[in-house]
């Protein structure tokens, strides 16, 4: 089946700068990749996604890339704020499957 | 528009005493609906999903179970609580059809089993 691994597990960036998370995935046949934010006590939110017929998509600050040749997307946040800070979960999908196969979650810290 | 309600919010209950979380939808007709449970720092176990009245497909092996009775509503139970039960539960659902399916997550309730 599918597994979706993530990391890092915490990143740490200065205001101002950019932090990207990866993940990889193992079923070729994924193509729908979402990225969800949870704020702390709070329910996740989707940020962004990306289908498999796509490389790359981009909202204001936040851009997802997709590289399906090797199995992996990335989340990446420029110009960081403090209000970035969250944890950010990936996930996969399969067309055929009801279900979303999730990242471990990255600890984003923005340092003021 | 959607929305997804779940109650309580927040939840203390003894060591073997039973439980019961509830989820309703409004706004969308048989939607894929989902309880995870997520441990304080960790990430998001998905424990049920269903596709339609009666129908539930469990994940892991555990004292929970879940029942849906009418097309928006999904419960979750149990006979007797674990402390390992202890955890933030998330109700979500997404359009029927499965695919591109973004996940709508309700506001979650914070269960402690002491």
């Known amino acids: 089946g599918e597994n979706v691994e993530q990391h890092p597990s915490t990143l740490s960036v200065q205001e101002g700068d950019s932090a990207v998370i990866k993940c990889t995935y193992s079923?070729?046949?994924?193509?729908?990749f979402p990225w969800y934010k949870q704020e702390l006590g709070k329910r996740p939110q989707l940020i962004i996604d990306i289908r498999s017929n796509v490389g790359e998509k981009k909202d204001q600050r936040i851009a997802v890339t997709l590289n399906k040749t090797a199995k992996h997307f990335s989340l990446h946040i420029t110009e960081t704020q403090p209000e970035d800070s969250a944890v950010y979960f990936c996930?996969?999908?399969?067309?055929?499957?009801?279900?979303?196969?999730w990242g471990a979650g990255t600890k984003l810290i923005i340092k003021p | 528009s959607q929305t997804i309600h779940q109650w309580p919010a927040t939840l203390v209950q003894p060591v073997g005493s039973p439980l019961s979380l509830e989820c309703t939808v409004e706004g969308t007709s048989n939607p894929n609906l989902y309880w995870y449970r997520q441990a304080a720092g960790r990430g998001l176990q998905l424990l049920f999903y269903s596709v339609g009245i009666g129908q539930i497909s469990s994940e892991v092996p555990q004292n929970l179970s879940a029942s849906r009775p009418q097309d928006r509503q999904f419960i979750l139970s149990s006979k007797k609580l674990l402390l390992s039960d202890s955890g933030f539960y998330l109700c979500?659902?997404?359009?029927?059809?499965?695919?591109?399916?973004?996940?709508?997550f309700g506001p979650g309730t914070r269960l402690t089993v002491l």
């Open positions: 079923d070729s046949a994924s193509n729908y």
């Open positions: 979500a659902w997404s359009i029927q059809g499965g695919g591109y399916n973004e996940q709508f």
């Open positions: 996930a996969g999908n399969m067309d055929s499957n009801y279900q979303l196969i």
